[in-house]
């Protein structure tokens, strides 16, 4: 990847000493459906309170049908919560914002446009002019180490390179929170490790929030100051990561005794989670 700069970065926005830059607070969530001619309720999220401090990477994960991926839809704006709020920077989340960029778990790219004009689509829709707009879309590309591949469209890419278009499209909006649902669960394993090493690179280079969800434990650890567990839509427990930040190479991470701690403790803590079915909350 290409050797990131500080400075070609615009700066975040301050917060107050202290303050979360994401706040989630008695977040509920509720969906309805109809069986057998009656509106059943299903709680999604039931009360969901965290913070996250401003550039803290938070892994969230938990047996299937927790309510992760509703929770960052919700986070996004994509989803409207039945009680309680999210906000960034202090400000109340009512709908999607430039505030907040979101990383798929496919990386959705617009199969007739190019790896360059995939980019530039978030900025075209911000508002951003050409020529700013390519030369925006050609440094994030670089960033991901992709400027090669800019005239490719997404049939000619590897899922690596469709992730990596990814990340630099949300990025290049220059979110303050990035948001990033199973980014890497669809990839091979040797892709998936060259890339969290590339996201931490990312991250030490610009110092964003993100809050990522993620099923694999070793992912969370590596990744995350901190990992939020959830079970039923609501949260568990909140695990605090002994790793040093910034990181440095990942096989190095993993010989460390905090990460072996910290793998345990999460493990203990999944391996008796029961898997959310539809039926829970039917009543």
């Known amino acids: 990847m290409a050797a990131l700069q500080r400075d070609a970065w615009t700066a975040p926005a301050v917060l107050e000493a202290d303050a979360p830059h994401v706040s989630i607070t008695g977040l509920r969530k509720d969906f309805r459906i109809t069986i057998a001619g009656q509106s059943k309720r299903i709680p999604a999220l039931c009360g969901v309170d965290f913070a996250v401090r401003k550039g803290e990477i938070v892994a969230v994960t938990g047996a299937s049908g927790c309510g992760k991926t509703t929770l960052l839809r919700i986070i996004m704006g994509l989803e409207t919560a039945t009680a309680g709020e999210v906000r960034v920077s202090g400000k109340r989340v009512r709908g999607c914002g430039y505030d907040r960029g979101l990383v798929f778990q496919h990386a959705e ?15 075209m829709t911000k508002g951003i002019r050409q020529p700013l707009r390519r030369r925006t879309a050609e440094r994030f590309l670089a960033m991901v180490g992709l400027q090669n591949a800019r005239d ?88 605090e990561i002994g790793l040093p930040r910034p990181r440095g190479p990942l096989a190095e991470m993993r010989a460390r005794p905090e990460f072996g701690r910290a793998r345990v403790h999460l493990w ?16």
Not at 110 to 120: G, M, Q, V
């Open 109 to 123: 790219l617009l199969p007739w446009r190019t790896a360059l004009a995939n980019i530039e689509f978030g900025l």
């Open 152 to 239: 490719r469209k997404p049939h000619q890419l590897s899922g690596g390179m469709k992730q990596r278009v990814g990340i630099a499209r949300a990025l290049a909006i220059e979110p303050e929170v990035l948001l990033m649902d199973e980014p890497f669960g669809a990839l091979d394993a040797q892709t998936r490790e060259s890339l969290q090493a590339e996201l931490l690179d990312i991250q030490a280079a610009t110092g964003k929030t993100i809050i990522i969800v993620t099923h694999d434990l070793d992912e969370a650890v590596l990744l995350a100051d901190r990992v939020v567990v959830m079970e039923r839509g609501a949260v568990k427990d909140i695990i």
């Open 268 to 283: 203990e803590l999944l391996r008796h989670l029961p898997e959310t079915k539809q039926e829970v909350g039917l009543r």
